[in-house]
């Protein structure tokens, strides 16, 4: 187990930015610049951060009072390692984010999630109350959008220079989103900007990848075990870590890629794999997971039926991508599943399902409308839909208490309700939305093939359910 840093920490400066310091930031990016801050120093390798969390929790009071520190706990089967993180140099909350100065800061960073861009096709949203607020004053900001604007904009008074901004979030096409919406804030609150923002600011796209579950009592347990003192910060992670960032930095940059992030031309490929695959299986096992009776990831992804139902989805999915270089796709999607059947890493199957209404769209929907398109079955992604036509609105704890929560939830439950008598309308009311791909919300095959699955889980027992799921996977598998 490693408690001790292997570098002085007063080497490094505050040369990054990052808005949401949450745990995946904590078990993820921290985790690369603290590679990097343990190669030999060199004048490249000082990079030290400065986090700003503008919502709740605030964390700087424990940032503090553990001076700069915290740990991370990487486990699976095979074992465990405790590391210790030092390059989180400051931690600020939203009454004194304004007070950071962005003199040095060359490299950005976000995870805020998709609703932390308050954004409606890509334009600001300007129906959210703190848009308005912000708009109205935009020198006290109160979203990470007009926080951004606001630094770019006493950036550009001072005679600043480039600086690149990087979203880290889940979402597709996540820079051309930041940029977008960025722009769009900037022309309404500071008209002056614009012209500066285009000339001196990148917003490449990335891809992060690392299961990071929300702690609980027994992973909170676990990791003052392994590290052997408690940790207000601590977070446990698998210790399988990816990212994949686009090469368009308007300013210097850490050198990632000494510690293993992959710097491409092109991400989009990348990221398709991961969304679709991973991040597919894993909301598909949210939704299915749940009809079988299943809490957890882990649980989920270890049921002998939707293993199997993994094998088929997993095919189906990849069908519809690109491979990236140096990449395997059925590799990958077998990677995907073992690090799911980890046991030490308890995800909440609730947690997973918070947000679908954002999550499935890109991960489910767009695949079907492809396969559709091509004249494919999308029968797997039809199933995924109909559990979550069941189960979006619900907002009952699991047993540790975990909520899922969705913007459109009690809209789906309103559905689900009206047509509680008919499968067939509440397949087509579901598919009406407009989060579906066109060629989805058209195709009346897939929404027969949705009100079918509908017809088949309802009432069903959790064991009905698994062995629906297993007879399908049986018979894809032996076609």
Same mark, same amino acid.
């Given at each position: 187990?490693?408690?001790?840093?292997?570098?002085?920490?007063?080497?490094?400066?505050?040369?990054?930015?990052?808005?949401?310091?949450?745990?995946?930031?904590?078990?993820?990016?921290?985790?690369?610049?603290?590679?990097?801050?343990?190669?030999?120093?060199?004048?490249?390798?000082?990079?030290?951060?400065?986090?700003?969390?503008?919502?709740?929790?605030?964390?700087?009071?424990?940032?503090?009072?553990?001076?700069?520190?915290?740990?991370?706990?990487?486990?699976?089967?095979?074992?465990?390692?405790?590391?210790?993180?030092?390059?989180?140099?400051?931690?600020?909350?939203?009454?004194?984010?304004?007070?950071?100065?962005?003199?040095?800061?060359?490299?950005?960073?976000?995870?805020?999630?998709?609703?932390?861009?308050?954004?409606?096709?890509?334009?600001?949203?300007?129906?959210?109350?703190?848009?308005?607020?912000?708009?109205?004053?935009?020198?006290?900001?109160?979203?990470?959008?007009?926080?951004?604007?606001?630094?770019?904009?006493?950036?550009?008074?001072?005679?600043?220079?480039?600086?690149?901004?990087?979203?880290?979030?889940?979402?597709?096409?996540?820079?051309?989103?930041?940029?977008?919406?960025?722009?769009?804030?900037?022309?309404?609150?500071?008209?002056?900007?614009?012209?500066? +923002?285009?000339?001196?600011?990148?917003?490449?796209?990335?891809?992060?990848?690392?299961?990071?579950?929300?702690?609980?009592?027994?992973?909170?347990?676990?990791?003052?075990?392994?590290?052997?003192?408690?940790?207000?910060?601590?977070?446990?992670?698998?210790?399988?870590?990816?990212?994949?960032?686009?090469?368009?930095?308007?300013?210097?940059?850490?050198?990632?890629?000494?510690?293993?992030?992959?710097?491409?031309?092109?991400?989009?490929?990348?990221?398709?794999?991961?969304?679709?695959?991973?991040?597919? +299986?894993?909301?598909?096992?949210?939704?299915?997971?749940? +009809?079988?009776?299943?809490?957890?990831?882990?649980?989920?992804?270890?049921?002998?039926?939707?293993?199997?139902?993994?094998?088929?989805?997993?095919?189906?999915?990849?069908?519809?991508?690109?491979?990236?270089?140096?990449?395997?796709?059925?590799?990958?999607?077998?990677?995907?599943?073992?690090?799911?059947?980890?046991?030490?890493?308890?995800?909440?199957?609730?947690?997973?399902?918070?947000?679908?209404?954002?999550?499935?769209?890109?991960?489910?929907?767009?695949?079907?409308?492809?396969?559709?398109?091509?004249?494919?079955?999308?029968?797997?992604?039809?199933?995924?839909?109909?559990?979550?036509?069941?189960?979006?609105?619900?907002?009952?704890?699991?047993?540790?208490?975990?909520?899922?929560?969705?913007?459109?939830?009690?809209?789906?439950?309103?559905?689900?309700?009206?047509?509680?008598?008919?499968?067939?309308? +509440?397949?087509?009311?579901?598919?009406?939305?407009?989060?579906?791909?066109?060629?989805?919300?058209?195709?009346?095959?897939?929404?027969?093939?949705?009100?079918?699955?509908?017809?088949?889980?309802?009432?069903?027992?959790?064991?009905?359910?698994?062995?629906?799921?297993?007879?399908?996977?049986?018979?894809?598998?032996?076609?």
């Amino acid at each position: 187990m490693e408690h001790n840093l292997s570098y002085d920490r007063s080497h490094l400066r505050p040369r990054a930015v990052h808005l949401g310091v949450g745990a995946f930031h904590r078990a993820h990016q921290q985790g690369y610049y603290d590679d990097l801050a343990r190669l030999n120093q060199s004048q490249n390798n000082d990079w030290g951060v400065v986090g700003i969390n503008l919502t709740p929790p605030d964390l700087s009071a424990t940032h503090t009072a553990q001076n700069g520190f915290y740990s991370v706990l990487t486990e699976d089967g095979d074992g465990a390692d405790c590391r210790r993180i030092g390059t989180l140099l400051k931690l600020h909350d939203a009454t004194s984010a304004a007070s950071v100065s962005w003199d040095d800061i060359e490299f950005v960073t976000l995870t805020i999630t998709e609703k932390g861009y308050c954004h409606h096709s890509g334009s600001m949203d300007l129906d959210v109350d703190k848009v308005a607020q912000d708009l109205a004053s935009p020198q006290t900001p109160q979203t990470a959008i007009g926080y951004l604007a606001w630094m770019l904009e006493r950036r550009r008074q001072a005679a600043g220079g480039p600086i690149t901004l990087a979203s880290c979030d889940n979402v597709a096409d996540n820079g051309l989103l930041l940029a977008s919406v960025l722009r769009d804030y900037v022309a309404r609150a500071f008209p002056a900007l614009s012209g500066w +923002l285009d000339a001196n600011v990148t917003f490449p796209t990335s891809m992060v990848d690392r299961i990071v579950p929300a702690m609980s009592s027994a992973s909170q347990a676990r990791l003052e075990a392994a590290c052997g003192y408690h940790d207000g910060l601590g977070v446990v992670a698998e210790p399988f870590r990816q990212w994949v960032i686009e090469d368009r930095f308007a300013s210097a940059r850490p050198a990632f890629e000494k510690v293993g992030v992959q710097i491409v031309d092109t991400l989009a490929p990348y990221e398709h794999m991961k969304h679709r695959l991973l991040n597919g +299986l894993q909301s598909s096992y949210a939704e299915l997971g749940r +009809l079988c009776g299943h809490e957890g990831s882990h649980g989920a992804a270890t049921d002998p039926d939707l293993e199997s139902w993994a094998g088929v989805f997993l095919a189906s999915q990849a069908a519809t991508l690109d491979c990236p270089q140096g990449e395997n796709l059925s590799d990958y999607g077998q990677t995907s599943l073992k690090r799911l059947q980890n046991p030490t890493i308890h995800h909440p199957l609730n947690q997973i399902a918070s947000d679908a209404s954002f999550k499935l769209p890109q991960r489910i929907g767009a695949p079907a409308a492809e396969r559709i398109a091509q004249g494919m079955s999308a029968e797997p992604q039809a199933m995924v839909l109909a559990g979550w036509a069941f189960q979006a609105g619900e907002t009952h704890p699991d047993s540790g208490g975990v909520i899922t929560m969705d913007p459109l939830g009690a809209t789906i439950a309103a559905l689900r309700n009206r047509h509680a008598g008919s499968a067939t309308d +509440l397949a087509q009311a579901i598919l009406a939305l407009s989060i579906w791909p066109e060629r989805l919300r058209e195709d009346a095959d897939f929404a027969t093939c949705v009100a079918d699955w509908i017809k088949a889980f309802a009432g069903e027992p959790a064991e009905a359910c698994r062995a629906k799921i297993g007879a399908f996977s049986r018979e894809m598998i032996n076609a």
